[in-house]
C-alpha cells in the first residue's frame, strides 16, 4: 500500500478537530467520476427550512405548529428541529433516508422497552404529502450534546457494555435488512481498502499497526449469529451531558447481524485504553469478537476521516481519533 510522502504530525485528543479542519482545506476537490474519490456529505434533495416544518405542523399536528421551532442539525440522512422545549422533528433530506426512518418508526418502540439509555422513540408521525413527499417524525428531545463535542467520562465503560449487551439480543427474521452493517468484513474489504490506500497516501494514520489489526479482523472467524445492531454508533449518534450517557440517537440503520459492528464503537467513545478494556470484558466479548469489532472500528474510523476531510471536520477528527486509538492498542498488546 503506497505511502504519502508528506506526514502529520501525531496530534493529542485535544488537537484532532483543529488538525482535521485544517486538512479538510488542503485536501483535494473529490473528482465526481472517480468512484475511489469519497464525495463527502450527501446533498439534499430537498429543501428544508422553519416554514416548511412550520405548515407541516398545521397540517398534520396542529396542537403543536405555535411552539418555538429551530433547526439544530443535518447529517446525512435527516435533518432536525428543535420543537418547544420537549420535543424535535425530524425529516428525511434525499430520499435513501425514507426507509431508515421507518425502520425507526416502526422498530423502535419496541427495542426502547429494553435498553438502559433512553432513544428517541417516534412520539408521532407525519405522513407524505403535497408539501412534502416523504414520511417524518416528532421525538423526544434528548438532553446532552454529541460525544465528539463532550466525551463520555471513563467511568462509562460499564454502562456502555449494559447498553450493548441489552441491545444485542437475537432478531426477528423480518428486522430490516442492510447489506452494509452487520455483514462478514470481507464484504467491505474492497471499499475500505481503497480507503486505506488514499489516506496511506495524505495522512499518516494508516501504520502498520492499523494494517495488521484489519488483517487479523479478515482472518477471525465469522459469526452465524443474527442480532439487533445500531449500526452506526458513532460519537455524532451518541448524547452524553456531565461525562454520562444519555442518549443513543439516529437509529435508521438498525439492523441485524454480526454484533462487533456495534463493539467498533468502543474505539471511537472511549478515549482511555483502559476503560476501552473494561467495556469489552463487561460486555463480554470472546477474542474473536474483539478482532473483528477491532476490524469494523478500522472502516468506521477510515470512512469517517476519509469523508470528513472532504468537507467535515467533526467527522474527520472522530476517524482520527479512531485510528489512533486502535494503533495505540496494538501497540500495546
Not at 160 to 183: E, I, K, Q, T
Not at 258 to 272: F, H, K, P, Q, R
Amino acid at each position: 500500500m503506497a505511502r504519502a510522502s508528506w506526514r502529520a504530525p501525531l496530534k493529542r485528543e485535544g488537537q484532532a478537530e483543529a488538525w482535521a479542519g485544517r486538512l479538510v482545506r488542503e485536501s483535494r476537490v473529490p473528482d465526481p467520476l472517480d468512484p475511489l474519490t469519497t464525495p463527502g456529505t450527501p446533498a439534499a434533495e430537498r429543501s428544508i427550512d422553519e416554514t416548511l416544518v412550520r405548515q407541516l405542523l398545521r397540517d398534520q399536528h396542529p396542537d403543536l405548529a405555535d411552539a418555538a421551532l429551530r433547526p439544530i442539525d443535518s447529517g446525512w440522512d435527516n435533518a432536525m428541529f428543535r420543537l418547544g422545549e420537549e420535543y424535535a422533528v425530524r425529516l428525511p433530506r434525499r430520499e435513501l433516508a425514507v426507509a431508515f426512518l421507518r425502520h425507526e418508526q416502526e422498530w423502535l418502540p419496541g427495542l426502547a422497552q429494553v435498553l438502559p439509555v433512553p432513544v428517541p422513540t417516534p412520539l408521532r408521525t407525519g405522513r407524505p404529502s403535497e408539501r412534502f413527499p416523504w414520511p417524518w417524525s416528532i421525538v423526544p428531545w434528548l438532553p446532552g450534546q454529541t460525544a465528539d463535542v463532550a466525551p463520555p467520562a471513563s467511568q462509562q465503560a460499564r454502562p456502555l457494555a449494559d447498553f450493548l449487551r441489552a441491545l444485542h439480543r437475537p432478531a426477528p427474521a423480518n428486522a430490516p435488512a442492510n447489506g452494509l452493517r452487520g455483514v462478514p468484513l470481507r464484504k467491505r474489504a474492497a471499499d475500505l481498502e481503497a480507503r486505506l490506500d488514499r489516506l496511506g497516501r495524505s495522512t499518516d494514520r494508516i501504520t502498520p499497526e492499523i494494517e495488521r489489526v484489519w488483517q487479523r479482523a479478515l482472518s477471525a472467524p465469522e459469526t452465524t449469529r443474527s442480532d439487533w445492531l445500531h449500526g452506526d454508533l458513532h460519537p455524532r449518534n451518541v448524547l452524553v451531558q456531565e461525562g454520562a450517557i444519555t442518549g443513543i440517537v439516529d437509529w435508521g440503520d438498525v439492523t441485524a447481524g454480526d454484533v462487533a459492528t456495534d463493539l467498533a464503537s468502543v474505539w471511537m467513545l472511549l478515549g482511555d485504553a483502559g476503560a476501552r478494556d473494561e467495556c469489552l470484558r463487561q460486555y463480554g466479548a470472546s477474542p474473536e469478537q474483539r478482532a473483528r469489532a477491532e476490524g469494523w472500528a478500522v472502516f468506521f474510523g477510515a470512512v469517517l476521516l476519509d469523508s470528513g476531510l472532504v468537507d467535515d471536520p467533526r467527522h474527520a477528527a472522530v476517524g482520527e481519533a479512531t485510528l489512533r486509538r486502535l494503533a495505540e492498542d496494538a501497540i500495546r498488546e
